[in-house]
């Protein structure tokens, strides 16, 4: 599975990525209590009220808003597996999936 965008290294950090116009930076992030984000963290952090997780390979998990294209927002992460393209809209959590339960 490749990414169009760099990936984080899982050392207990998860990277932000925003969508926007320009692509702002992606922002290192860490959970509140330290070691796994929690549900409301998530919802606040990406900014919706539905998160969706796909796992990445590596270790490493995107968590994403679900209703992101329904929303119109901008794309954001492109994602392959197999053949098949997936396309991620708004932002997007990319982190090691031993920090969200």
């Known amino acids: 599975m490749t990414t169009y965008r760099q990936t984080p290294s899982p050392h207990g950090n998860g990277t932000l990525y925003l969508a926007g116009a320009s692509m702002p930076p992606p922002k290192m992030v860490k959970p509140a209590n330290g070691t796994?984000?929690?549900?409301?963290?998530?919802?606040?952090?990406?900014?919706?009220?539905?998160?969706?997780?796909?796992?990445?390979?590596?270790?490493?998990?995107?968590i994403f808003d679900e209703e992101g294209r329904n929303k119109q927002l901008l794309q954001n992460f492109h994602v392959y597996v197999g053949y098949n393209q997936l396309l991620l809209f708004g932002a997007v959590l990319v982190c090691p999936s031993d920090m969200f339960d």
Do not use: H, Q, S
């Not at 796994?36 to 998990?61: N, P, R, S």
């Open 36 to 62: 796994t984000f929690e549900l409301d963290e998530l919802y606040a952090m990406i900014g919706c009220k539905y998160v969706e997780m796909l796992e990445l390979g590596g270790g490493l998990i995107a």
